[in-house]
């Protein structure tokens, strides 16, 4: 199975190390990728997190990172996720460029998404790409730094959850 990071997940950004633990699963990066579907990205919250919106057709083709993971691994990252208490996830057609040999290809894979969402949320700036130092001037608040275990479900997410 495939996942779709769009987000902190991505290498070099600061929630990478869950996809290179190994007790957390198997990942293996496969490719740079775009989702086909266009959905809006934003930052928000006070921990300044990537959050991709469930409003399909709204937003941008967003770029990411295609990772071939295992069961274990897609169990941890609904942890990281929150799901599906935060985030849901869903299958998605997504372009990527494999990177062994450059081949494009479309496969589907699960992406993680907010579905309630407050409206004000979707009038955010929508980016293309993440990146935690960008010049959107929005650091991400480092997990550690929100919480000592790997449950997120107590973290107050009321500024941006309908």
Do not use: C
Not at 1 to 22: A, S
Not at 56 to 63: D, L, M, R, W
Not at 138 to 148: A, E, Q, V
């Amino acid at each position: 199975m495939y996942v779709f990071v769009y987000g902190t997940l991505k290498k070099d950004e600061p929630n990478h190390y869950w996809l290179t633990t190994d007790t957390n699963g198997l990942a293996k990066f496969v490719g740079a990728g775009t989702l086909i579907n266009q959905y809006p990205l934003v930052i928000t919250s006070k921990y300044n997190i990537p959050f991709l919106l469930d409003h399909q057709g709204v937003g941008k083709k967003i770029h990411g990172e295609v990772y071939e993971i295992d069961e274990k691994m897609i169990e941890n990252l609904d942890i990281l996720e929150g799901y599906p208490k935060l985030f849901i996830r869903r299958e998605e057609p997504v372009k990527v460029k494999r990177n062994h040999d450059g081949a494009e290809e479309t496969i589907h894979a699960w992406v993680y998404l907010l579905s309630q969402f407050r409206q004000e949320t979707m009038e955010l700036p929508h980016l293309e790409s993440y990146n935690s130092t960008g010049p959107h001037n929005l650091p991400y608040i480092i997990r550690y730094l929100i919480s000592t275990t790997r449950d997120i479900s107590y973290i107050d997410f009321s500024d941006i959850i309908q």
